[in-house]
């Protein structure tokens, strides 16, 4: 098996979390008025799903692209941040969202939301 494109090391993954809890937490949280969400888990099973619901809905479908989002339809955690999905297709080179498309959200909270990597 070939290693996909875009692996990171958990030592770059550190990073990454540490570069974000730098840079944007406390604007996060001042909007939000609460510690914000730091992180949306998905199961392998809802991946594969959403993965195999996307090729047969969508047959020129390339690729997901991953959204930051806000959650304000529940009233708990209301305002928290969430990442969401969409499938895109190849459009003359360039990954463009498939329009209509459905996505995929509601993974569940970090535990506590606000926990860093690793959890």
């Known amino acids: 098996m070939a290693t996909p494109k875009g692996i990171i090391t958990a030592q770059q993954a550190q990073t990454l979390n540490d570069n974000w809890t730098t840079l944007r937490?406390?604007?996060?949280?001042?909007?939000?008025?609460?510690?914000?969400?730091?992180s949306s888990w998905y199961s392998l099973q809802d991946m594969k799903d959403f993965l195999d619901y996307?090729?047969?809905?969508?047959p020129k479908v390339n690729g997901v692209r991953f959204y930051l989002g806000v959650e304000t339809s529940k009233e708990n955690p209301k305002g928290m941040t969430?990442?969401?999905?969409?499938?895109?297709?190849d459009d003359n080179g360039s990954n463009k969202d498939i329009t209509g498309a459905d996505g995929m959200d509601r993974g569940d909270l970090g535990d506590p939301p606000q926990a860093n990597y690793p959890q």
């Open 54 to 58: 996307i090729q047969e809905n969508n």
């Open 25 to 38: 937490a406390k604007a996060n949280e001042a909007a939000a008025g609460q510690p914000d969400n730091r």
């Open 82 to 89: 969430t990442i969401f999905m969409v499938p895109t297709e």
